[in-house]
């Protein structure tokens, strides 16, 4: 005879639960939404947090492959359903627990890369990147859209791709400082690996052009990056400008006036009449290690008419305990021009900031009226 056990609390969650579901999946899916958002925005950005970076980078990779291998290992054993035992009958018979684990760990790894990568997108001026980001934040901050985009096989690859992408952007010159001429050559072959179908490993001779179109489109991605400018690439996200600026003349590191993003052109006229220098105060943050090259570019009205080297940025040395430091006042790169031509005609002068190979990290520009 079958026991069952009631009780007055227990059949009262089970008449709300099912007189108000709607609202109740409602309100736990705003409950989600609202909790990642807020954990995002408190999320610490220092160099230290690289390695929780990384870590949630390898949680989305592997969870997501994995559960990729599990579902054709799976179809298997269902051919076999029988002969299970233990664990594996245990599985095979809960495919829902299964998927929700996947679902929630890589949901979990992608909200942090996102979030933590959003305002340093910001930073780096990475407006096309910023944008993709904050859609893929948006789809895994909302539980009911995650749930249906993370079982659609292309999509993950996208996503295991793109994350890997900023993540890695943000990483590679924390603890590679010494090769950040190699940097796109690194980020492009991880994305890539990152891509791949995974899934195949049980089903090779099953594979069709389909199950490469997330790498044939990162891939072209990648091979569409090489000709464009720089500045047009995905950006360094741990080496950025601290508040650049354009000005007059600079003494002890600091502009004796500065100007703001839209200034009157009788200034221009007049300092550059009294032969005063019209400087580019350019401060670099980076982690320690970092040893490169600067170059300013001058730009009028969107013509470049000069670059200027600078000596190499150094980033400050790693503590005695091996973690890295970071210089929040950044190192003070800066560069002045005394020969502007056309000054009395000028609408815009900007100057763009290069580390090593024509690694973009942003500008300082100002407009005249």
């Not at 001026?125 to 934040?137: E, F, K």
Request: proline share 5%; with cysteine; charged share 15%.
């Amino acid at each position: 005879m079958a026991l069952t056990l009631k009780h007055p609390v227990i059949e009262r969650l089970q008449s709300l639960w099912a007189n108000h579901s709607r609202k109740l999946n409602f309100a736990l899916t705003a409950l989600s939404f609202l909790w990642g958002l807020i954990s995002g925005i408190l999320l610490k950005r220092d160099y230290e947090h690289s390695r929780s970076l990384l870590s949630y980078l390898g949680l989305l990779v592997i969870v997501s492959a994995a559960f990729r291998i599990w579902l054709e290992y799976e179809s298997r054993l269902a051919r076999r359903r029988h002969e299970l035992r233990g664990l594996r009958r245990f599985l095979v018979q809960k495919p829902g627990l299964v998927a929700g684990i996947a679902s929630f760990g890589t949901q979990y790894a992608v909200q942090y890369i996102t979030m933590f990568c959003i305002p340093l997108l910001v930073l780096a001026g990475g407006w096309a990147t910023l944008g993709v980001t904050i859609v893929i934040a948006g789809i895994s901050l909302v539980d009911p859209w995650w749930s249906k985009a993370s079982s659609l096989p292309w999509f993950m690859a996208v996503i295991r791709c793109f994350g890997a992408a900023i993540a890695i952007s943000y990483a590679f010159p924390v603890y590679f400082p010494e090769h950040l001429d190699d940097f796109y050559l690194y980020l492009s072959t991880v994305a890539l690996i990152a891509a791949l179908p995974w899934d195949l490993t049980l089903r090779w001779q099953q594979r069709r052009i389909q199950h490469f179109i997330p790498v044939l489109i990162a891939l072209s991605i990648i091979l569409a990056e090489i000709p464009l400018h720089s500045r047009l690439r995905l950006p360094l996200l741990s080496i950025w400008l601290k508040d650049p600026v354009i000005g007059v003349n600079i003494a002890n590191y600091q502009l004796s006036e500065v100007w703001p993003k839209e200034e009157d052109r009788t200034k221009l006229v007049t300092a550059l009449s009294a032969n005063q220098s019209i400087c580019c105060f350019t401060p670099i943050v980076s982690p320690s290690g970092v040893s490169t090259a600067v170059t300013h570019e001058w730009v009028i009205d969107g013509k470049a008419v000069d670059r200027i080297a600078l000596s190499a940025i150094r980033g400050p040395k790693p503590s005695a305990d091996g973690t890295v430091q970071t210089n929040e006042r950044g190192f003070r790169t800066f560069s002045c021009k005394r020969n502007i031509p056309h000054a009395d005609t000028l609408h815009e002068l900007t100057c763009r900031v290069y580390l090593g190979n024509d690694l973009y990290l942003g500008k300082a520009a100002v407009s005249f009226h």
